[in-house]
């Protein structure tokens, strides 16, 4: 059974920075692209980031571009992402989930069930 | 930046069907993808490449796709399909994960 558990959500002020950390279980992660998205409370579902297999292709939403940092361990089975410079409106869920990428298209075909990242003073 | 504009909510009575729908410049020349999120529950993937199901997800679950529209059909719809569903596309110009906004599916 495939399985994502991502961890290190909390409550951080303005300003500061959080590591989230997605362990993988259930099937082989290195062949994979694997993504970040998020949800703030009552809204809808928002991209945050993908990596491929590799690490060689990494893309984020201009939203985090130059705040969040991506990465990957395959010999660990984990997935990260750094959060820097943290802002009230990256408060959401944040979801660690797998991508099916074919023919320059990819979508997610399992989800994590989510870490709550809370930005307030 | 390439968007998707789905309706805010849809309601439907059990037994009938429910169509939401995606809206998208040209989005029938992209892989439309559509997911069904129930309160406190991660997302689950219900239709994938316009029209194709994962194992476990029933046939009353169908996708179409053409010119600026792409539609979810809910057959026969149950009370647990009650739900908020997305669509998403990747914007290969800008290589990014586009979602839309997410129907909420009433079931009366």
């Known amino acids: 059974e495939v399985q994502l558990v991502e961890s290190g959500g909390g409550l951080v002020k303005p300003g500061g920075s959080l590591r989230l950390s997605c362990a993988t279980s259930?099937?082989?992660?290195?062949?994979?692209?694997m993504n970040w998205v998020r949800q703030a409370p009552g809204k809808g579902l928002e991209w945050v980031s993908s990596i491929s297999s590799s690490s060689s292709y990494i893309y984020y939403a201009d939203s985090v571009k130059g705040r969040f940092t991506v990465s990957r361990d395959n010999a660990k089975n984990s997935l990260y992402l750094q959060m820097n410079s943290l802002r009230a409106e990256d408060t959401a869920v944040y979801y660690c989930?797998?991508?099916?990428?074919?023919?320059?298209?990819?979508?997610?075909?399992?989800w994590g069930l989510g870490t709550l990242v809370t930005v307030s003073s | 930046s390439y968007e998707l504009t789905q309706s805010p909510s849809v309601s439907v009575a059990p037994g009938q069907t429910a169509t939401i729908a995606c809206g998208g410049n040209?989005?029938?020349?992209?892989?439309v993808h559509w997911y069904q999120q129930k309160p406190g529950q991660a997302p689950v993937l219900v239709v994938h490449d316009e029209s194709d199901r994962p194992s476990g997800i029933p046939e009353r679950f169908s996708g179409s796709n053409s010119a600026n529209t792409a539609t979810l059909t809910i057959s026969r719809v149950e009370a647990g399909d009650e739900a908020d569903y997305y669509c998403?596309?990747?914007?290969?110009?800008?290589?990014?994960?586009?979602f839309g906004g997410g129907t909420k599916l009433t079931v009366l």
């Open positions: 989930a797998r991508d099916r990428w074919h023919d320059s298209s990819g979508y997610i075909d399992h």
């Open positions: 259930g099937f082989t992660f290195s062949p994979y692209r």
């Open positions: 040209d989005i029938g020349s992209k892989s």
């Open positions: 998403q596309v990747w914007d290969s110009r800008r290589d990014r994960m586009v």
